[in-house]
Each structure stands twice: as C-alpha cells, then as structure tokens.
C-alpha cells in the first residue's frame, strides 16, 4: 500500500488514549505512511460516497485492504476536485485582495505594503 491508495478498514485497532474507536469497515485514503515503534502506520482520511470526509487518524497498515470498488475511486476524484476548486477559489480571493489594495493605496499616496499593514492594524484595534 502507499499514499493515494483507497483502502478498508478490515481490522479494529484497538483503543487510542484509553478511548475505544470503531472505524471497522470505513473506507477512505492513505494521506501518508510512517514508521512507529517499528510498524507502518498510515495517516488514514475516511471518504464518503457523496464526496465528503469523515476524519481522519492514524491506523497501522496491518488494519488495511485495499479497496477496488469503482464508487469509492469516483467519490475519492469528486472529493479532490471539490478541493481543488476550493483552493483555485482562494487563490483568485487573494488575487482581488492585492489588486484592491493597489488600488486602495495608489488612491491614497501610499505604497501596497503599508496600506496592507494599515488594514491588519485597525482589524487589532478593540473599537468601543
């Protein structure tokens, strides 16, 4: 198994911190895999059909099958391009962030920098 791979959880792992928890049968991907004490663990995401994700945790990869259900690749690629939506989103926010405050600070005689520094300023001021 390896980063990216869809997998099962086909063994419970037990209890974490005293506390017993039930991810038998989730179904999600491997963001990572690292060694602890000895044994591959995967840093686990678990998936939802409608695209969503559930949590995520640590797991040791003796807990995993992978899973070949077509369904759960599908939700898997709809979930990354909702993020990746998301993230083009934030970028082209921070686009519009800095070419209004160009504007602003030209229209103000000053230079970027400072009209952004002015702007985090008065957001830390306790206003009564």
């Known amino acids: 198994m390896k980063p990216g791979d869809i997998v099962r959880v086909v063994k419970q792992r037990g209890r974490v911190g005293g506390v ?3 991810v038998l049968n989730e179904v999600g ?3 990572e895999i690292k060694e602890i004490d000895g044994a591959p663990w995967a840093q686990f995401n678990i ?3 409608d695209d969503g994700s559930g949590g995520c945790g640590g797991i040791p ?3 995993l099958a992978l899973e070949p259900g077509p369904e759960w690749k599908a939700a ?3 979930y990354d391009a909702r993020i990746e ?3 083009q989103e934030g970028l082209e926010r921070g686009k519009r962030w800095r070419a209004m405050v160009a504007r602003m600070a030209e229209k103000h005689g000053v230079n970027p920098e400072v009209a952004e520094n002015l702007y985090r300023d008065i ?4 206003y009564p």
């Open 76 to 78: 898997k690629d709809r």
């Open 61 to 63: 990869l003796s807990c």
């Open 123 to 126: 957001q830390k001021e306790d």
């Open 29 to 31: 991907w491997i963001e």
């Open 47 to 49: 998936l939802r059909l």
């Open 20 to 22: 017993f928890i039930d």
């Open 85 to 87: 939506k998301l993230y």
